[in-house]
């Protein structure tokens, strides 16, 4: 963002800081720039959406060992798969070696994840597990290669992921809400649709969660 961009998110953020501090009988409605800034969208992407924790599913939807399904957020790929011991990771979807989709499926359930490009196989964990061809390069480690696993909680069933793992432990933060939660999780049905992007914008932004890993 330019200076004059950053500028007026940050303005845009002040603002919002002084009405949410306001009585409830002064409340009004927000300027329409927190709707239609691209620098505010920006700002909303780095310091919630990569910053905080994300709900992105329910332990439900990946409820056997191999079961997976894919979605996206700001951009990142992500795989979130349940392993062989039955812990459910949040994986990069992005494969190692030239940066394909491993999984293009919305969901499913699978052995091991295999890119379709150069067929590298990851386990369900996101270990690679076989590397065809790579077996005489001298600089490879396959340890080295397997999918990021990003930071991931599940609270009350609820998958949530911090995609630059900066974020403050979430349990304690929602301590609060898990009684409220418990009268109603017998009336819960997720419905989010397989695939589907976490954050409901059109507006996209490039980058991976990790580098390609190319050896020499």
């Known amino acids: 963002m330019s200076a004059i961009e950053t500028r007026n998110a940050q303005g845009l953020r002040q603002h919002l800081t002084d009405l949410t501090s306001k009585p409830k009988e002064e409340a009004y409605g927000m300027p329409s720039d927190f709707y ?3 620098a505010f969208h920006e700002l909303e992407k780095e310091q919630i959406f990569r910053s905080e924790w994300v709900c ?11 079961d997976f399904y894919t979605t996206e957020l700001v951009g990142e790929q992500l795989l979130v798969a349940r392993d062989d011991e039955g812990n459910i990771n949040v994986l990069s979807n992005v494969c190692r070696h030239r940066g394909n989709l491993v999984v293009n499926e919305s969901s499913g359930n ?10 590298w ?12 061809l790579m077996k005489k390069a001298k600089a490879f480690d396959a340890a080295k290669c397997s ?13 949530f992921v911090n995609l630059d793992g900066t974020a403050k432990p979430l349990a304690p933060q929602l301590a ?3 009684t ?3 009268n109603c999780a017998i009336f819960y049905s997720w ?16 980058g991976r969660v990790s580098p390609v890993c190319d050896p020499p």
């Open 36 to 38: 239609t800034s691209d």
């Open 121 to 132: 196989a990851y386990t369900r964990d996101g270990s690679l597990k076989t590397a065809p």
């Open 176 to 178: 609060s809400c898990t």
């Open 191 to 206: 419905t989010r649709p397989f695939g589907a992007p976490i954050e409901k914008s059109n507006r996209e932004l490039h």
């Open 56 to 66: 992105i599913g329910h332990v439900g939807e990946a409820a056997e060992p191999g």
């Open 180 to 182: 409220i939660t418990m």
């Open 147 to 159: 999918l990021p696993k990003l930071a991931t909680e599940i609270w009350n069933n609820f998958i």
């Open 110 to 119: 699978r052995r091991s994840f295999v890119c379709p490009y150069h067929a």
